[in-house]
């Protein structure tokens, strides 16, 4: 399967309403997480999310690579929202990025920015915005929904004095009560935002294996072919289907149960962004069991 896309650059110019406030860091509790089971593809689908919230609690970040599992009883595995809202802490005024990696759809707001909106079925990717933000606190938002399969959902940053992108950590991010201790009340004030998408390149990846079905024990070799040259990869982790993974570039692997698997491989670039493209699937037969009424032709007959 190949993965070949550029995302294009775009300049938005608004004026909105920002959150300004001048106080000391390291009391964040979180932010406010709600997570809503929707039952069908088209359902989680829906935009903006309401209904029954079915689980809350405070998440003290966004940090979550759920496997093929969900956030926790009652959420199911597939078809569900998750919303998350609060305030994050700017430590220092300038230019800050935030990044998402998710599977599937997600839309990051900052203050009335909307500044990542992919609502879209897709494998594990990684978009970043930038925005210019005063010190002090900006409401946060961040809607995803997962539809099947592979669920993830990550946010980073990267800006003054963090120049490397990194998971937000609870101590910036606060739940959007202002009655208690964890907000101090702030003032509004206008400015100006102009804000763009960076030109972000997904590589041109073939996952290649020896065979896609067989009878059981099935032996599979995984590899790939990165046709971006300019794009290199330095991370790999396959994902089997069975639970099981590995991080070796090349692997062969052995699946014993008769069934079918969806394969994964997740990278890592040189230049840390993390992707996945999903693999095909693998699908195994049950194996011939020899009796004493079956004979030679039998076999022959079964292999076919």
């Keep these: 399967m190949k993965v070949g896309k550029l995302l ?3 300049m938005v110019g608004s004026t909105f309403s920002m959150l300004f406030a001048v106080v000391g860091w390291g009391n964040g509790n979180g932010l406010l997480g709600q997570y809503y089971n929707k039952g069908s ?6 935009y903006p999310i309401s209904g029954t919230v079915n689980l809350s609690r405070i998440d003290s970040n966004i940090n979550f690579d759920w496997n093929m599992g969900n956030p926790g009883d009652p959420i199911d595995n597939d078809y569900f929202q998750a919303k998350w809202t609060g305030y994050v802490n700017i430590p220092t005024t300038g230019d800050w990025t935030f990044y998402t990696s998710v599977d599937d759809g997600v839309k990051l707001y900052i203050d009335e920015a909307l500044l990542i909106d992919k609502w879209i079925v897709q494998p594990e ?3 970043y915005n930038t925005i210019t933000l005063s010190a ?3 409401r946060i938002e961040m809607n995803y929904y997962e539809n099947t399969g592979y669920t993830a959902a ?4 990267s800006g003054p004095g963090i120049s490397t992108q990194t998971i937000i950590p609870q101590m910036y991010l606060y739940t959007g009560n202002r009655s208690t201790e964890h907000l101090p009340v702030i003032q509004e004030y206008k400015a100006p935002l102009t804000h763009q998408v960076t030109p972000q390149v997904i590589p041109d990846i073939e996952i290649v294996t020896s065979k896609n079905s067989g009878k059981s024990p099935l032996l ?4 790939y072919i990165n046709k971006s040259l300019n794009l290199k990869i330095k991370e790999v982790k396959w994902l089997f ?4 993974f590995s991080n070796s570039l090349k692997v062969q692997h052995s699946y014993s149960k008769p069934q079918s698997y969806k394969t994964k491989l997740l990278y890592k670039l040189t230049n840390d962004f993390v992707g996945s493209i999903e693999g095909p699937e693998i699908v195994v037969s049950e194996s011939f069991q020899s009796t004493k009424n079956q004979t030679k032709e039998d076999f022959e007959e079964f292999k076919k």
């Design 8 to 10: 294009s650059r775009i």
């Design 125 to 127: 990717t990684k978009y």
């Design 241 to 244: 289907g069975d639970g099981t």
């Design 154 to 157: 990550k946010l980073y940053w």
């Design 41 to 46: 593809s088209t359902e989680c689908k829906t």
């Design 220 to 223: 599979v070799n995984f590899s």
């Design 136 to 138: 002090g606190f900006h």
